[in-house]
């Protein structure tokens, strides 16, 4: 069974840095796509950031030069590097991976960014 599991959310001040992790319990290159989403209090779940197997990286703009998705295949994780944060990027931050069968979702770690 596959298992997604984030850790490294907390509260910060607005510009600080926070570090998401999300440890996987399977080798990650067997997922195409990995990815980071949100959601904000009273919101839609959203794309933050994705990262392909080959590496290739897409992120949301408002994240954009903020935010930095990286996968470390021989540890089985994906991180999200969050720097400058803003209020606007509190939310529960979910880890989500793709194979060729379906998508997987961990249970999300809250991020809250205080002015």
């Known amino acids: 069974q596959v298992q997604l599991v984030e850790s490294g959310g907390g509260l910060v001040q607005a510009g600080g840095s926070l570090r998401l992790s999300c440890a996987a319990s399977?080798?990650?290159?067997?997922?195409?796509?990995m990815g980071w989403y949100r959601q904000p209090p009273g919101k839609e779940r959203e794309l933050v950031a994705r990262?392909?197997?080959?590496?290739?990286?897409n992120y949301e703009d408002s994240v954009k030069g903020r935010f930095i998705i990286s996968r470390d295949n021989a540890k089985n994780t994906m991180n999200l590097q969050m720097n400058s944060l803003k209020p606007e990027d509190t939310a529960v931050y979910y880890c989500?991976?793709?194979?060729?069968?379906?998508?997987?979702w961990g249970q999300g770690t809250q991020v809250t960014v205080s002015s």
């Open positions: 989500n991976a793709e194979n060729s069968r379906r998508d997987y």
């Open positions: 399977i080798n990650i290159f067997s997922f195409t796509v």
């Open positions: 990262i392909s197997r080959g590496g290739s990286t």
